[in-house]
């Protein structure tokens, strides 16, 4: 089935509305409509998934029967940078992150000669970019930006906003940029560094350079926040992939202190804790890379900025009927009841 434009999708909503009869309920604003619709996509994604069967909390699997609904925002074997500390081994999730379904780690055995001589102290070098446009009135503001890394050149233009304080609308456009570009960006927050209305992009590489210039005012002078921190040699040459055993945060140091439940190199003890996924090792191994497959979260639905739904146009349809569905229950509608059960009764 052919995707819905946005604005097909809005007329879909509004339709669906207007059945109702009931002309003082039925109009919606766009901004309205794109947050339903949103709403919409995010449980039909949940919905592509099931819980762990093991239980762990932030584990899902794909449902194998609606794989292909959902194929376009899973990501395979993503490459975490990876930091030591002490035994224990750590990678910042992406900003994208939504839903792990798995993720394995590179194991060295302290029988290998790189055991011994594997980590390292670097500079972490996080930019910090801010999101303000410089423009004087009048509006439109955010009509044309341009993404820099080092001297390539990526640019965005928009129909532009009335309000500076609109630009939360272009946040994932802006750092899916960057991550063409080839580096890391995320929005106001990474580990310890907290810094509002702003990309915060980390970077190994201190001679990197990054930039954002918004509304042809000219590129910004950029700040950087330098830490110390431990990581591993980029030239270990052991290969020995193993899958995580992921359990819950709260068990994961009681798990490593029994004797049947501890990490193992052929089985290393995994858990997600906030903004990072930690990897156990032990006086006998340690990690020194983490990949994971992941279900990422897809661009926003929005009018304003034509953008459609990603996932398969199989379900469009779908995400508009629960839309639907969802604002008639907001306006406490007299033909919820029915929009429900018809939802339910062609879905399954």
Not at 22 to 39: E, R, T, V
Not at 109 to 135: G, L, M, N, Q, Y
Not at 211 to 226: A, F, K, M, P
């Amino acid at each position: 089935m052919n995707k819905l434009s946005v604005l097909e999708k809005h007329i879909y909503v509004k339709q669906g509305l207007q059945r109702q009869g009931a002309q003082k309920k039925d109009k919606q604003l766009p901004q309205a409509i794109d947050i339903a619709l949103n709403k919409a996509q995010s449980r039909i994604i949940k919905d592509r998934l099931f819980p762990d069967p093991d239980g762990v909390p932030f584990k899902f699997q794909i449902n194998q029967k609606h794989v292909s609904d959902i194929q376009s925002i899973i990501i395979f074997n993503k490459q975490l940078t990876v930091f030591k500390d002490g035994n224990k081994s750590y990678g910042v999730l992406p900003y994208d992150f939504s839903y792990l379904v798995s993720d394995t780690s590179n194991v060295i055995e302290d029988c290998k000669d790189e055991f011994a001589d594997s980590s390292e102290s670097k500079t972490e070098r996080i930019f910090i970019v801010p999101f303000v446009s410089t423009k004087t009135p009048p509006a439109p503001y955010y009509t044309n930006i341009k993404v820099k890394v080092l001297a390539t050149e990526r640019v965005l233009t928009f129909t532009g906003y009335q309000t500076k304080e609109e630009n939360v609308s272009i946040i994932s456009n802006i750092i899916n940029e960057y991550r063409i570009l080839g580096v890391d960006a995320y929005w106001e927050e990474y580990k310890d560094v907290y810094k509002p209305n702003c990309f915060l992009i980390p970077s190994l590489d201190v001679n990197k350079t990054v930039n954002l210039n918004i509304d042809d005012v000219g590129y910004q002078t950029i700040l950087y926040e330098d830490k110390t921190v431990n990581t591993f040699k980029s030239g270990l040459t052991t290969i020995n992939e193993v899958l995580n055993r992921d359990v819950k945060a709260d068990f994961l140091l009681s798990a490593n202190q029994s004797f049947y439940n501890k990490s193992i190199p052929i089985s290393p003890l995994a858990s997600v804790q906030n903004d990072r996924i930690l990897v156990l090792g032990t006086e006998r191994f340690l990690v020194n890379q983490i990949a994971i497959n992941y279900i990422r979260t897809p661009r926003k639905i929005s009018l304003a900025l034509n953008q459609s739904s990603e996932l398969n146009g199989s379900v469009h349809e779908e995400i508009c009927d629960l839309a639907i569905q969802l604002l008639k229950k907001q306006i406490e509608d007299e033909s919820y009841v029915k929009e429900v059960q018809d939802n339910k009764g062609r879905i399954e």
